[in-house]
C-alpha cells in the first residue's frame, strides 16, 4: 500500500486520479506533477517502484501546501474575513453562499430546511 502524505492511495487506480485523493490535489495538478517526474499517468499505483514514490513525495512536500497546512491556512483565512467584518466574512458567519448565488429559493443547506406555516387561518374580518 503506498502512502503518500498521511493518505493511502487506491491500488487498483491510476497514479493520475488516485494522487487526486489527497486534498489539495486536483487532476490539473496531479497531471502537473507527474510531467514533472515524467512519469505515464496511466501507471496503476501497485506498478510504482519505490523510486517513483519517492520523487512524487519530495516534489509534493517541497513545492505544495496540501493536507493540513493547507487546512489550516484556509480556516485561518476564513477567520480573518470573520474578524476584519467584510461582506464574505459576515456571509461566512451566516453560513449562506459567498459569491452572489442566489438565497431568495435555494441555499437550503446554509439557511436550513424550509419552515412552512401550512393552514394557517386569517382572522375573521368584523
Known amino acids: 500500500m503506498t502512502r503518500i502524505e498521511g493518505i493511502d492511495l487506491p491500488k487498483n487506480k491510476r497514479i493520475e486520479i488516485s494522487l487526486t485523493y489527497i486534498y489539495g490535489i486536483g ?3 496531479s ?25 512524487i513525495r519530495q516534489i509534493l512536500s517541497n513545492e505544495y501546501e496540501l493536507e493540513g497546512d493547507l487546512r489550516r491556512s484556509e ?20 453560513k449562506l453562499p459567498l ?12 439557511k436550513g430546511t424550509k419552515k412552512t406555516i401550512a393552514g394557517k387561518k386569517k382572522a375573521p374580518r368584523k
Not at 497531471?31 to 519517492?54: A, C, G, M, T, W
Not at 483565512?77 to 467584510?86: A, H, P, Q, T
Open 27 to 29: 487532476i490539473s495538478r
Open 31 to 55: 497531471q502537473e506533477i507527474l510531467y514533472k517526474i515524467k512519469l505515464d499517468r496511466n501507471i496503476r499505483v501497485k506498478n510504482l517502484s519505490d523510486e517513483q514514490v519517492i520523487s
Open 75 to 94: 480556516s485561518t483565512n476564513i477567520k480573518r474575513l470573520m474578524e476584519i467584518g467584510c461582506y464574505r466574512g459576515r456571509r461566512h458567519r451566516l
Open 99 to 110: 459569491r452572489g448565488q442566489r438565497t431568495r429559493t435555494n441555499a437550503r443547506t446554509g
